[in-house]
Nanobody, 123 residues
Framework: QVQLVESGGGLVQPGGSLRLSCAASGSIFSINSMGWYRQAPGKQRELVAVITSGGSTNYADSVKGRFIISRDNAKNTVYLQMNSLKPEDTADYYC?????????????????WGQGTQVTVSS
């Protein structure tokens, strides 16, 4: 069973920074991409940032220039460095991974989600 474990959320003042981490574990053959989504109360879940196995990145317009996504392939871990945080960044942040699972019998593609970590930006 593949598991994504997130950490790094918390309370921060506007203009501050946080770094989220997400570590994938389990019967993973490879990870094609990892990303972060967020969902604020009463709003639709949205893509924040994604990074592919080749290192290509994509960001939501609302976070461009402020957030940086990176990964440590050796640790199957993705990070989201969040700078210049704004109150509108307040949300539950979810790690997502599109990966190839090694079942022991065959390989198959799978989308895995973390449990979420709360980020609150408030003075």
């Amino acid at each position: 069973q593949v598991q994504l474990v997130e950490s790094g959320g918390g309370l921060v003042q506007p203009g501050g920074s946080l770094r989220l981490s997400c570590a994938a574990s389990g019967s993973i053959f490879s990870i094609n991409s990892m990303g972060w989504y967020r969902q604020a109360p009463g709003k639709q879940r949205e893509l924040v940032a994604v990074i592919t196995s080749g290192g290509s990145t994509n960001y939501a317009d609302s976070v461009k220039g402020r957030f940086i996504i990176s990964r440590d392939n050796a640790k199957n871990t993705v990070y989201l460095q969040m700078n210049s945080l704004k109150p509108e960044d307040t949300a539950d942040y979810y790690c997502n991974a599109h990966l190839i699972v090694d079942s022991g019998r065959y390989y198959y593609g799978h989308d895995s989600w973390g449990q979420g970590t709360q980020v609150t930006v408030s003075s």
